[in-house]
């Protein structure tokens, strides 16, 4: 049996297993709080309202922009990157999400409610914790730029 430097209850061996198993463990208890406000409001509000639109699984994607893992969020689509961690006001999420922006409504045919609004501005504010792992896909990844110029127009 291994010997741990500082003594587990018993009654914490089992939490201490998970987390280990969960190859994680966060930095700190802010961290945690952050990572279990995402997963209990804004991933189930980003299922609910922007994946059928804004995820790999969408039929067609708007935007380009991927809001089903960080990476998405980060690299952003057409506009840019969609979140600025810490600063809800200059995140263009906020603004979608708000309706403040005729050009910029999401979702396009319902409007959030104010609490869901404002989770995500508490969420931002935290600095926007996300677990998700994941690339984003580009329409033109994998392209073979030399292959291409020795297409016949090009010569």
Same mark, same amino acid.
Not at 70 to 94: C, K, M
């Given at each position: 049996?291994?010997?741990?430097?500082?003594?587990?209850?018993?009654?914490?061996?089992?939490?201490?297993?998970?987390?280990?198993?969960?190859?994680?463990?966060?930095?700190?208890?802010?961290e945690a709080a952050g990572l279990e406000f995402f997963e209990t409001?804004?991933?189930?509000?980003?299922?609910?309202?922007?994946?059928?639109?804004?995820?790999?699984?969408?039929?067609k994607l708007k935007a380009n922009l991927y809001l089903d893992s =960080?990476?998405?969020?980060?690299?952003? %689509?057409?506009?840019?990157?969609? $979140?600025?961690? @810490?600063? +809800?006001?200059?995140?263009?999420?906020?603004h979608a999400v708000s309706h403040t922006n005729d050009d910029l409504?999401?979702?396009?045919?319902? =409007?959030?409610?104010?609490?869901?609004? %404002?989770?995500?501005?508490?969420? $931002?504010?935290? @600095?926007? +914790?996300?677990?998700?792992?994941?690339?984003?896909?580009?329409?033109?990844?994998?392209?073979?730029?030399?292959?291409?110029?020795?297409?016949?127009?090009?010569?």
């Open positions: 049996m291994l010997r741990h430097p500082i003594p587990i209850p018993k009654s914490a061996q089992p939490l201490v297993a998970l987390t280990l198993l969960a190859g994680t463990v966060p930095a700190s208890a802010d409001h804004i991933r189930p509000l980003f299922v609910e309202h922007c994946h059928q639109c804004h995820s790999a699984d969408a039929k =960080r990476a998405g969020w980060e690299t952003g %689509g057409d506009s840019g990157p969609a $979140i600025v961690p @810490g600063d +809800p006001e200059q995140s263009l999420l906020i409504k999401m979702p396009p045919k319902t =409007r959030l409610s104010e609490l869901e609004i %404002g989770k995500l501005k508490t969420w $931002i504010n935290m @600095g926007a +914790p996300d677990p998700r792992e994941g690339q984003v896909k580009r329409p033109n990844a994998g392209v073979d730029l030399e292959k291409g110029r020795e297409f016949w127009a090009f010569k």
